[in-house]
């Protein structure tokens, strides 16, 4: 009997699961579809083939799961990243190579995305579930740049004037800035961009104390 309960248990958990997750796909792909003004929770819960108080069930409403449908998304597809400059303990300019590496490659794989992504920056700004999950994702990765740049100016690449946490942040609206060229002209080599700016920091770090 007890193992009977415990199979039930297991089913209904993974029916759950696999209900959130075809809601989250649901919502990437209206969103890729429609924009984000017109993905509605009906036009999500009928593309998850899922019933519309599903939505208020497994996030508690549209925007939380617009919100984790889009943020979840950049936060699983930065991990490359973040992984990148946590192995660069031993240097922390091949982790920024290596980070900026990843970051073009990212962009040349969801470059489609890119419209959602900025509307969503947008929106971000106006509070609510975006703005809290953009702030968890943009805050974490500030951090974790912080650090490398504190790193660089430790093994004396980086300029003693450099403020990591502002230096990080700078970076962050960089990338932003980089995605929004390239929404607005679609001949923008990213790789291109990513590579003078890389070399423009290093460079003018080690040249500001000479």
């Known amino acids: 009997m007890n ?3 415990t199979s039930q248990r297991r089913s209904a958990g993974e029916s759950s699961s696999e209900t959130q997750r075809a809601l989250l796909r649901a919502a990437r792909d209206c969103l890729a579809e429609l924009g ?3 993905t509605t929770s009906r036009t999500i ?3 998850a083939e899922a019933n519309l108080a599903s939505i208020t069930y497994y996030f508690g409403s549209k925007d939380a799961l617009i919100a984790e449908a889009l ?3 950049l936060e699983a597809r930065l991990s490359p990243v973040l992984d990148a400059l946590e192995g660069s303990a031993g240097d922390a300019a091949q982790g920024l190579g290596a980070a900026l590496e990843a970051l073009v490659a990212d962009f040349g794989s969801s470059r489609d995305q890119l419209p959602v992504f900025i509307q969503a920056l947008v929106a971000s700004g106006d509070g609510g579930p975006l703005g809290d999950r953009a702030r968890v994702l943009l805050g974490s990765l500030q951090a974790r740049l912080a ?3 504190g790193r660089l100016k430790q093994q004396g690449v980086a300029a003693s004037w450099v403020e990591p946490d502002a230096m990080a942040a700078l970076i962050i609206a960089v990338c932003n800035g980089v995605a929004l060229q390239a929404m607005i ?3 923008t080599d990213i790789s291109v961009l990513a590579a ?3 070399g423009l920091l290093l460079a003018s770090s080690v040249d500001a104390d000479q």
Do not use: M, S, V, W
Request: no cysteine.
């Open 3 to 5: 193992e009977e309960a």
């Open 36 to 38: 984000l003004a017109k």
């Open 45 to 47: 819960a009928n593309r």
């Open 71 to 73: 943020f979840g998304e």
């Open 147 to 149: 650090e490398l740049i």
């Open 185 to 187: 002209r679609h001949d």
């Open 196 to 198: 003078q700016f890389g």
